[in-house]
Nanobody
Framework: VQLQASGGGSVQAGDSLRLSCAAS????????AGWFRQAPGLEREFVAA????????VYADSVKGRFTISRDNAKNTVYLQMNSLKPEDAAVYYC?????????????????????WGQGTQVTVSS
């Protein structure tokens, strides 16, 4: 499977963006999908994850209440709606497909659990 992330851009603080992650195969819908981000000089950081049904999600504390992860399995696509963006949200955002079907609050937030990654999309937030 291949993942294609899109939707990044340059915005002002307080603005919104919606990222998309489109998969090349419908089997993507069975697995947990996650969004991570990486700022220059820092490690890849967990943002949000969602299970295959869309019923179970987990978020990093830093984005709770501002970001929403969702998926449309008919389109093999996972979304990340980002509202009230802050300068500290600026990073390259990556989507990934986990090796598991179910959200686990320990494993689903760790990059090593994700076997497939998209190419990343840049988000820039100016104050």
């Amino acid at each position: 499977v291949q993942l294609q992330a899109s939707g990044g851009g340059s915005v002002q603080a307080g603005d919104s963006l919606r990222l998309s992650c489109a998969a090349s195969e419908p089997t993507f819908s069975r697995y947990v999908a996650g969004w991570f981000r990486q700022a220059p000089g820092l490690e890849r950081e967990f943002v949000a994850a969602i299970d295959g049904t869309g019923d179970s999600t987990v978020y990093a504390d830093s984005v709770k209440g501002r970001f929403t992860i969702s998926r449309d399995n008919a389109k093999n696509t996972v979304y990340l709606q980002m509202n009230s963006l802050k300068p500290e949200d600026a990073a390259v955002y990556y989507c990934g497909r986990s090796r598991t079907y179910y959200i686990d609050n320990y494993y689903s937030i760790r990059p090593r659990e994700y076997r497939v990654w998209g190419q990343g999309t840049q988000v820039t937030v100016s104050s």
